[in-house]
């Protein structure tokens, strides 16, 4: 395990609970039951539309777009749409991120306000509640406690092939595994 230099992930702490989120473990049981995973890949795309489709009062669309370089993406509301606009420059792993948090902004905090503009994202920093908040959404949402504790069960210990498996960077998933308890260490 660990080839390629990888980190790789070593014995489980402690184990805290997750902060609860609105509407995040309904909408996990609708992508499980809808068959949006495959595997481990949650099919994003597919849980926007299923979101947008139990909300018709305020459909939700997802748009790829060029945006400034710094910019990850946007949730904004016009003429009775919301609107998730994702840097389509950006790479796969971070669209999906983004698409993620956006999605968190529209069910935890479209009350709040009509317009959210996000540029990199660095979990660990807790600053402004809203944005922590959204991005513990995407990553409950992208790679879900259960469904990594298993896979780290099943044997899968390397950080790289972890995040690969459930199609997110491997920063971000690094966070996760720290958070569910896991020690990394570098492997060199
Ligand atoms: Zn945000």
């Known amino acids: 395990m660990g080839a390629r230099g990888n980190r790789t992930v070593t014995t489980p702490t402690a ?8 509407g995040l473990k309904p909408l996990l049981d609708q992508a499980e039951a809808n068959g949006c995973f495959n595997g481990d890949q949650l099919d994003i795309e597919k849980v926007v539309e299923y979101v947008s489709s139990t909300n018709p009062t305020e ?3 997802l748009e790829y777009v060029v945006m400034e370089p710094a910019t990850s993406g946007s949730l904004t ?3 009775g749409v919301w609107v998730i606009k994702v840097n ?3 790479n796969i792993r971070r669209q999906r991120f983004t ?3 956006e999605l968190g902004h529209y069910m935890m905090h479209r009350n ?3 317009s959210f503009t996000d540029e990199v994202f660095f979990r660990t920093e807790k600053k402004d509640i809203i944005e922590y908040r959204a991005n513990e959404f995407a990553s409950q949402l992208l790679m879900p406690d259960l469904r990594v504790r298993k896979a780290i069960a099943d ?3 390397n950080l ?8 997110v960077s491997s920063a971000a998933m690094k966070v996760k595994v720290q958070e569910l308890g896991f020690k990394l260490k570098q492997n060199e």
């Open 15 to 22: 184990y805290e609970e997750p902060v609860l989120l609105t």
């Open 59 to 61: 459909p939700l669309r």
């Open 77 to 79: 509301y016009k003429e």
């Open 88 to 90: 389509k420059q950006q």
């Open 99 to 101: 698409i993620a948090h």
């Open 112 to 114: 709040k306000s009509e």
């Open 155 to 157: 044997g899968e210990r």
């Open 160 to 167: 790289g092939k972890l995040a690969e498996r459930f199609n």
